[in-house]
């Protein structure tokens, strides 16, 4: 069972798009105390930590992001949001979806696609 991610697509640089991460009843019945976090993986490149929050709604950003994205959790709908404002092309790649159950579990999403045209 993975995370439900989805709002990727083509984006011309200056542009803006929307991420959004569910979580299925199957993985848990739970969503507030569970840590949720965005990473991506660039073309030839290493995975990478983009922007994490906490069920404090405590929250972490990759420096190259920071004053650009936001992440954002609604826990009655057991979902975590990447709002993501004056795209980069370096922004380019496929991002993921992952959260850290209370048990110390990880679980990640399958990856939904964010292409920046220059």
């Known amino acids: 069972v993975q995370l439900q991610a989805s709002g990727g697509g083509l984006v011309q640089a200056g542009g803006s798009l929307r991420l959004s991460c569910v979580v299925p009843r199957s993985i848990t019945s739970t969503f507030s105390p569970m840590d949720m976090a965005w990473h991506r993986q660039a073309p030839g490149k290493e995975r990478e930590l983009v922007a994490g929050i906490d069920s404090s709604r405590r929250t972490v950003y990759a420096d190259s992001v920071k004053g650009r994205f936001t992440i954002s959790r609604d826990n009655s709908r057991k979902t975590v949001y990447l709002s993501m404002n004056n795209l980069e092309p370096e922004d380019t790649g496929v991002y993921y979806c992952?959260?850290?159950?209370?048990?110390?579990?990880?679980?990640w999403g399958q990856g939904t696609l964010v292409t920046v045209s220059s």
């Open positions: 992952y959260a850290r159950l209370p048990s110390g579990a990880e679980v």
